[in-house]
């Protein structure tokens, strides 16, 4: 038997050697039940209560993201019973005006905008003096402020700058803390106002918009010519 004294052996050392052998607490059970884990507060415990704790805490975690995505499919389902009522309520319009009031009602009811604003390139008649209509032509100068999001023919939401709340709502445009454009092609854009800054926000979905705002087009598409 060798008398050279042994190198002690380091805590990288073991961390090492049980990184590569994951099983060999399995094997080892008493000694996995005499170990004990400092915690970040309170008094260090063993390591199965760690464990439990850590296998606690991912499953409350695993709760809240299953919370949250029941919560966004109800949403999304209702979202989609909305839209689908609209299309067909704008299908059911004998008319071009009928077709643009039952899209302001659809959207200040059903879909909850506290101030609803339809911007046209060409008047609409029967719609004189309806206080949520604007009608400016195409190259007005009033309209520079929108030419890129013209341009580009895709919803957006955010806060908007004032010169575009004032052209859009008027001497109400203080009461609108975020909004939501919807492009009509070359016939103009749908404004929703919320009083609510987080209603609408750059980076959410637009998908309902889109959809909403095609089946306005298509729909004041039967009446053209």
Partial sequence: MSDTPQQPIDSPEVAAYLRRNPRFLHD?????????????????????????????????????RLHELFHNAQENERLTVR?????????????????????????????????????????VADLDGADWLNVLPRDAAALAPFAEFLANGEPLC????????????????????????????DRGLVAIGSHDGNR??????????????????????????
């Fill in 28 to 64: 080892y059970p008493d000694l996995a039940l005499g170990l004990v884990v400092p915690r970040e507060e309170g008094r260090a415990t063993s390591l199965a209560s760690y464990q439990l704790d850590v296998l606690r805490d991912k499953n409350r975690e695993l709760n809240k």
């Fill in 83 to 123: 839209t689908h009522q609209l299309v067909l309520a704008l299908m059911r319009a004998h008319s071009a005006p009928e077709t643009i009031k039952t899209m302001v009602a659809s959207l200040s009811e059903d879909f909850q905008g506290d101030l609803v604003r339809v911007l046209l390139h060409d008047a």
């Fill in 158 to 185: 955010g806060r908007l700058q004032a010169e575009k709340l004032e052209l859009l709502f008027g001497p109400r445009m203080h009461e609108v803390q975020s909004c939501a454009l919807l492009p009509l092609g």
């Fill in 200 to 225: 609408f926000y750059p980076g959410m979905g637009t998908l309902f918009l889109r959809l909403m705002g095609d089946s306005l087009l298509a729909a004041l598409e039967r009446y053209d010519g």
